[in-house]
């Protein structure tokens, strides 16, 4: 994830919505004014200037005192050059066309995607450095019951205890979340707590909210309200995403269905989107229209991985047909073993920390997502193998 977070200015609604969606496909986040921590600046601020030079003073004039550091983007209706200079001495750093009919769409992602590249440069070299930020991985399940928060969540633990990284796994469901069940421990505070306070959001604040494990493994819980996170918390939630990958160097997010009002912040928001699905008709359906979705809201399908969990000789559909089915690949493979994750879960102990070979297997996915490819493929290989013999 990027972690750079852009304001729009604009009272043009239409305008914002289609500038939103330009920008989060080229990962960047929006958010609000209002919900940006105390005393904070966005990286990015889009100021809406199509009204010509009266709304130029009041635009850029206005965002330069406010926030100094930040690259402001002028986006007009035309590109005069009285106007782009104008734009300039009152402050912006970047200029973009704005077309007037959906023809002209295509040369504006080009012009965008250029400007935001100069303009990410520019944010780089100001800090001092190249970091991007946590890494975010975004977990959806095939259907209730798949096991998206026992993978979520034993993937988030191996990931703290391997790579003795800050890492963070949030639990997004409404008021039947599990996260904190399955990790033993009772949180003091959730994830609501976190949006409603984003305004004075900072690392110590932030310490005080998260639940510590001890592996090593911290947790914002689930939200206790039937009703939030609502799609009326989504900008906030992208906006807490940005501040918690400045503390976390992974962040992972049981997100639960795609229904969630907030998936589409854990789509745009992820680096890689984990799709759980059972080798099983209903699931491969699912996981299947899943798939398409997640292109629909923007998604390269080169972050999209599926994770085939609960495989068994015993099953009739081979990962090589779901594979066909879905026209997508199969990422990762977890044997089923019901009684090991039923006691791990009754006890309140991740199956990571047992012995089992379950165990193993979150070893080498994890070892994956941390790029180990030595250790984590001769691992996921032999697995495969094994399962791949006892399915066909």
């Excluded at 259907?143 to 963070?168: C, E, F, M, Q, Y």
């Excluded at 996170?229 to 269905?257: C, H, W």
């Excluded at 972050?303 to 779901?322: D, F, G, M, Y």
């Amino acid at each position: 994830m990027s972690h750079l977070a852009a304001v729009i200015t604009t009272t043009d609604q239409e305008f914002r919505t289609q500038l939103t969606r330009l920008l989060r496909g080229n990962g960047i986040g929006v958010t609000d004014e209002r919900h940006l921590a105390n005393g904070a600046a966005p990286d990015l601020a889009l100021a809406d200037i199509r009204g010509g030079a009266s709304s130029v003073q009041w635009a850029l004039e206005r965002l330069r005192g406010m926030w100094p550091s930040t690259v402001i983007i002028a986006v007009a209706s035309g590109a005069d050059p009285d106007q782009i200079l104008l734009a300039m001495r009152a402050g912006a750093n970047e200029y973009l066309p704005w077309p007037a009919n959906a023809s002209g769409e295509a040369v504006l992602q080009d012009a965008l995607h250029n400007a935001l590249s100069r303009a990410t440069e520019k944010i780089r070299a100001t800090r001092g450095g190249d970091r991007q930020g946590g890494r975010v991985l975004s977990f959806f399940g095939a259907k209730g019951g798949a096991g998206t928060t026992t993978l979520a969540v034993n993937t988030a633990i191996d990931l703290a205890r391997t790579s003795k990284r800050p890492t963070l796994i949030v639990d997004l469901h409404q008021y039947l979340g599990e996260v904190a069940l399955f990790l033993g421990v009772r949180p003091r505070f959730t994830i609501v707590d976190a949006i409603d306070n984003l305004h004075r959001l900072d690392a110590e604040f932030l310490k005080e909210l998260v639940a510590k494990h001890k592996s090593g493994l911290d947790m914002l819980a689930g939200a206790e309200q039937v009703d939030r996170p609502g799609a009326n918390d989504a900008p906030a939630l992208e906006q807490l995403l940005q501040v918690l990958g400045r503390n976390y160097e992974f962040i992972v997010l049981d997100a639960g269905s795609v229904t969630h009002p907030c998936a589409e912040v854990a789509v745009f928001g992820a680096d890689t989107i984990y799709l759980v699905a059972n080798p099983d008709v209903p699931s491969t359906r699912n996981t299947q229209r899943l798939v398409e979705r997640m292109g629909q809201l923007g998604a390269n399908r080169d972050k999209l991985k599926v994770l085939l969990n609960r495989t068994s000789s015993e099953h009739l559909i081979a990962p090589k047909q779901i594979e066909e089915a879905l026209g997508h690949p199969i990422d990762h493979l977890f044997a089923s073993d019901y009684g090991t994750v039923s006691s791990a879960l009754n006890a309140g102990v991740p199956l990571t920390l047992s012995n089992s070979e379950l165990a193993t297997q979150f070893n080498a996915f994890t070892n994956s997502i941390l790029k180990r490819p030595a250790q984590a493929e001769a691992v996921v290989g032999a697995r495969r193998r094994s399962h791949f013999l006892g399915l066909f």
